[in-house]
């Protein structure tokens, strides 16, 4: 997957899902993650470093919480997960050491 540079932004499917990811100059990259239509709730999953900061934010559009929360799981790997629907945390997924 490569990033356009005259448009900032790549789009593409995986397992049925449109994947957009885009950076906004400052180093990080931003996601969206579309499952279904743009009618759904929108949610953020932020992926935090080790200092607790956010290292990267994927936008997940769901058809409820349930389903958000099961795609959030989805990138704890090695990093904690929060996921959050406008300024409401709806869940916070932590990894294993």
């Not at 934010?57 to 795609?71: F, K, Q, R, S, W």
Request: contains cysteine; glycine residues 8%.
């Amino acid at each position: 997957m490569q990033l356009d540079e005259r448009l900032g932004f790549d789009e593409s499917e995986h397992q049925g899902f449109r994947i957009r990811n885009w950076t906004d100059g400052s180093g990080l990259m931003w996601s969206t993650v579309i499952w279904g239509d743009a009618s759904m709730a929108e949610y953020r999953a932020y992926i935090m470093d080790k200092d607790g900061l956010i290292s990267r934010a994927i936008g997940l559009v769901c058809p409820d919480d349930e389903t958000a929360m099961e795609y959030a799981k989805q990138f704890v790997e090695g990093h904690n997960v929060e996921l959050w629907q406008h300024d409401c945390r709806i869940a916070t997924f932590k990894h294993k050491a």
